[in-house]
């Protein structure tokens, strides 16, 4: 192995998110782990006998760049082929199965929007990137949003973009917060620009309404319902957190973001069930109340309408 796989610290990333486990910090040295911002980068340059993939959700965002190797990757329910110079960007929540490239040679970037910005709450990262790049990082059934192929004389600014925020992290010397910070940022801003030369017809509609800065209003709905899905919140509690009626907020939200505030608690709940169906034993009627859903009926018809079966047949689809 060239380099050697980031050790996993004790070190964890603490969420705002109700329920959520920690994040841990990946890095190649442990000084100062306490002041690294919450991002990981995985180099993997190869098999290994311990290293083998499985589905798996996060709770953070992931940007999965093949450097070498090809092989199948589950993406949702999405089977994607995929080669070297191959990009996924991957939601929280979303489940991906990555184990057909398991001897790839693979940069892995996890980031939660605190890695940006030490303010920010997920709900930031859809109000300041550009909507391509949102479209691809949100759950969706169409994998050609889910899937770029970046062209051969581009890759070598990848994979300096990466090695660099590796390097960051891994030595933290002076400034590296800053540093690496900057630097997911610029594989952002590529991520954006790439997307938007190779599908610009996702951004004829709706560009300007996302590029620029979210309202005030929207970016504290979201902030509201990131820290709060897992209690039994309404539309009514959220218009009477940022002091609007439920039918202007309504009309607001779905303007602004393409959704109602309703799918946004839901899909953040639906998102955590999944994880916590994959990544813990607790029964189904546990997870609907952990996730606000204290019917744990309606949970389940909820659950199995937005993802095609019931929470015990999913959770032994996946971990099978």
Known sequence: MKDPIMLETDTAMPSANCGSPPLRILSSSTPSLDRAPKMTVFHS???????????????????????????????????????????????????????????????????????????????????????????????????????????????????????????????????????ARALLMLLLIETSRFTELRSPQLTKSSTQRVTRRGSPVVEKVLCFIATNFCNSISLQEVAKEVNLSPAYLTDLIRRETGKTVGSWIVERRMAEARRLLLETDHSVNQIAESVGYFDPSYFIRLFRRLNGTTPKAWRLLYRN
């Open 45 to 179: 340059t190869g098999c290994l006998d311990n290293q083998s993939s499985r589905p798996h959700a996060h709770s953070f965002f992931e940007l999965f760049f093949i450097e070498e190797g090809e092989g199948w990757h589950l993406v949702g329910d999405q089977k994607v082929w995929a080669k070297s110079g191959d990009l996924f960007l991957i939601a929280p929540g979303e489940v991906h199965d990555p184990s057909g490239l398991d001897c790839a040679t693979k940069w892995i970037v996890g980031f939660e929007a605190e890695a940006l910005n030490p303010a920010y709450t997920d709900a930031n990262i859809f109000l300041m990137l550009p909507n391509p790049v949102m479209e691809s990082f949100l759950p969706v059934n169409n994998p050609n949003i889910k899937h770029f192929s970046i062209p051969e004389k581009e890759r070598s600014r990848w994979l300096a973009l990466f090695e660099q925020l590796k390097n960051e992290l891994g030595n933290q010397e002076l400034s590296f917060i800053e540093a």
